[in-house]
């Protein structure tokens, strides 16, 4: 069963589960650019990426150790703009998208935003920031759960797997590089 609580700018944050009472991974979902009537969409987004989440080792064998919980607002976040071009509006999209789910109330350990772009595109673009809580983007299309798992992946595990910090082969001495050997 999916563990999902909706919470709205109201007294019902208040019965949000809160980490340290549960002892399980807190991710709240977010949404960048829904209009007030999309509210149904968003949901639906929220409830196929959490599916897509819990279909994959190691989050399926753990599911009972992680609460999803979702925010819906209709403010304009620029997080598209973070997509697009990476650090240039990542200040931005960070301290707004945390803005909105701190309002919501309860506590959080890790923050997905869906940007609500073209559903019919194909494009599966994504961003996050390693080793933040704040957070995994992606668009809500075709594309995106799968991508929001790849980019949770970056801020769960730290995960640097797409950077190069060399230019050339290491030896193998058994010592990580950016979460890969070298």
């Known amino acids: 069963s999916l ?25 709240v979902l977010t949404g960048d650019q829904y209009a007030k009537d999309e509210e149904a969409l968003f949901d639906s987004n929220v409830n196929s990426f959490i599916r897509k989440f819990l279909s994959i080792q190691p989050f399926k064998s753990r599911e009972s150790q992680i609460n999803f919980r979702s ?5 304009v976040l620029g997080c598209d703009r973070f997509i697009q071009k990476g650090s240039d509006d990542t200040f931005n999209c960070l301290v707004e998208a945390s803005k909105i789910v701190n309002t ?20 599966a673009n994504g961003r996050a920031m390693p080793g933040s809580d704040c ?28 950077y190069n910090s060399v230019t050339t082969d290491g030896p193998i001495d058994n010592s990580t590089s950016d979460n890969c050997y070298a």
């Open 135 to 162: 957070c995994a983007v992606q668009y809500n299309n075709q594309g995106g759960p799968l991508t929001f798992v790849h980019e949770m992946g970056h801020l769960l595990g730290d995960l640097w797997d797409e």
């Open 3 to 27: 563990h999902i609580i909706n919470l709205k700018n109201s007294a019902t944050a208040a019965l949000a589960p809160v980490l340290g009472a549960t002892g399980k991974l807190e991710i």
């Open 71 to 75: 925010v819906f607002h209709t403010s």
């Open 104 to 123: 919501a109330g309860g506590s959080y350990d890790k923050i997905g935003v869906i940007v609500n772009n073209d559903p019919s595109s194909s494009e």
